[in-house]
């Protein structure tokens, strides 16, 4: 056994701050409803973070940043989705810990999508999935293949189990593949919280009721069915996470490496297809869960308050693994908190983080522009600029702001991402905002989750914690937006962020902006022209 213990970082896909572990945190009661017991494992054996953001709430950059411990604008062409390129003089955890000794392994997405998948943990040398990679479409593989295992919930439980092994089998060949007097750094990274998942699959495998969910969404959300259905189904796919990371501590445990192993669970944005969530600096789309397991070095039951930004694990799996940050690591190690003995607020200097977002879906919008935004989450309030305002946040609107135009078929618009807004995942609840935004309730709705924003925004989340009530022209914040903003500019030019330091900013032209890789694209367009699949739940099309 190693004297330097092993990582495993398990690290979803779109999975935010939902977690039963999180239910005396949750304000809407959203983890009353949910069942993590490996999760909460995790915090209760370590440290339960409640304050964890992302620096992006998009899956590529966010990615970049924690791999990179930098800011997404530090990571030149990693940091955008279609054609992302990684700059492989860009040193990133992963490859330090094996030049120092370590074994370093993935199973699942790493970094992705992009030239050479996942080539800052060393791409396809490190891969274990041998066993498959059905996990990632969890929901549609059990209900097409549940009727194969038995009938009822005989037949679902053995088709999770199913999938729970390929997780399984693929950890062993990882663990099989290692010397046994080398240290492992092992990734984890389903996508199946990644839309699509299977319409109905949160009651039908996991009994999470829809109608469960009534008043316990966020007021910019209506509570209609089909939205609380769509987030029931949402939750289900975080308890499938949960399911796969109780096999890999089950796996540990067999191996006798439990208690020599670092465990770091998070996610890397909130939800997607939601309004205000997935692509925006919101807090639903940028808080995320967070627990770390030591042991000997992390105080069992702690619950921790400071602020985090998720590109503050790179170094700290750095120091973990017993070598120095790299200089070029903007992020801040966590180690000095994990090793303090205090809950709350531990790091008085960790009071606030910076997110932001450039490019999501490249041709969101005519010209390939980029939506440019920063944002200070502090305690108390949010304050965000949007650089390009006359743009479209979630993308063109291709003539639905015109309440008098018929929206595109409802299936359609849950089916495919691209036919408008497209930034936002196609989805159930995309489908039935456009179809009611003209219903007298639902159109300022649709305008806080689709129209244009202001350049600056400023929410009070003490007494607006959905963030619906703008304050940035209101003279009673005029100092807080004063502070805040000082604060954020200096931030930002402390790090070279391009949107201060360049004029015009890179993200504005190509290689950033535009059809960077147009066999994606051809693809992209292909794959509109195609019929939606069935859903194998309903019988009706997905």
């Known amino acids: 056994m190693s004297s330097r213990p092993n990582i495993l970082f398990a690290f979803a896909d779109d999975w935010g701050r939902y977690a039963s572990a999180y239910r005396e945190f949750d304000r809407l009661k959203l983890c009353d409803l949910i069942e993590t017991p490996n999760f909460d494992r995790i915090a209760r054996e370590g440290a339960l973070f409640t304050n964890a953001l992302v620096p992006a709430p998009s899956c590529t950059p966010c990615r970049s940043s924690l791999l990179s411990g930098r800011y997404f604008w530090q990571t030149g062409l990693g940091a955008i989705l279609a054609g ?197 600096l919101y807090d639903i789309g940028c808080e995320v869960a967070l627990a770390v397991r030591w042991p000997g070095t992390v105080d069992p039951g702690r619950v921790v308050d400071d602020f985090v930004n998720l590109m503050d694990l790179g170094p700290t799996f750095c120091e973990i693994g017993g070598i120095e940050a790299h200089p070029t690591m903007a992020g801040r190690s966590l180690t000095n908190v994990l090793r303090s003995s205090a809950n709350g607020r531990v790091d008085d200097s960790r009071d606030y983080v910076v997110t932001g977002r450039e490019r999501h879906v490249a041709h969101a919008r005519e010209g390939f522009l980029p939506y440019p935004q920063r944002a200070l989450r502090e305690a108390d309030f949010i304050y965000v600029v949007n650089f390009e305002p006359d743009r479209w946040p979630m993308g063109d609107p291709k003539g639905l702001d015109d309440p008098t135009t018929t929206p595109p078929d409802f299936q359609r618009l849950v089916d495919d991402t691209f036919i408008t807004y497209r930034d936002m995942d196609g989805s159930p ?108 739940l309903t019988n009706r099309p997905r």
């Not at 984890?188 to 699509?196: I, V």
């Not at 147009?518 to 022209?529: G, I, P, Q």
């Open 84 to 280: 992302a390129r990684w700059d492989e003089s860009i040193p990133t955890f992963p490859l330090l810990l094996e030049e120092s000794g370590y074994f370093i392994g993935h199973t699942y997405k790493v970094w992705s999508p992009g030239q050479t998948m996942n080539a800052p943990m060393g791409g396809v040398r490190t891969a274990y999935n041998s066993a498959g990679l059905d996990f990632n479409q969890f929901s549609h593989w059990v209900t097409e293949h549940r009727d194969d295992f038995g009938t009822g919930q005989v037949g679902i439980d053995a088709a999770k189990a199913q999938l729970l092994n390929e997780t399984r089998e693929n950890f062993r060949s990882f663990l099989a593949a290692r010397g046994e007097s080398s240290p492992f750094c092992y990734w984890w990274g389903p996508t199946n919280t990644h839309r699509t998942w299977e319409q109905g699959s949160g009651e039908a495998l996991w009994g999470i009721e829809p109608d469960s969910l009534s008043g316990r969404l966020p007021e910019f959300l209506p509570n209609v069915h089909t939205i609380r259905e769509d987030a029931a189904d949402y939750l289900g796919e975080c308890q499938a996470v949960d399911a796969g990371l109780g096999v890999l501590i089950d796996e540990l445990i067999a191996a006798g490496e439990l208690d020599n192993t670092v465990i770091v669970v998070s996610g890397d944005h909130g939800i997607p297809g939601m309004p205000r969530a997935k692509c925006n």
């Open 429 to 536: 609840t995309k489908a039935w905002m456009i179809h009611h935004r003209d219903d007298h309730d639902v159109e300022p709705l649709y305008h806080l989750a689709f129209g244009k924003r202001p350049r600056e925004e400023l929410y009070d989340l003490r007494r607006d914690p959905d963030y619906l009530d703008n304050v940035a022209a209101n003279p009673d914040y005029e100092s807080v937006r004063a502070r805040m903003e000082a604060r954020l500019l200096e931030i930002l030019a402390e790090e070279s962020d391009p949107r201060l330091t360049e004029q015009p900013c890179r993200y504005e032209y190509e290689p950033y902006a535009g059809p960077v890789d147009r066999a994606w694209f051809e693809n992209a367009a292909k794959v509109e022209t195609l019929g939606p699949p069935t859903n194998k």
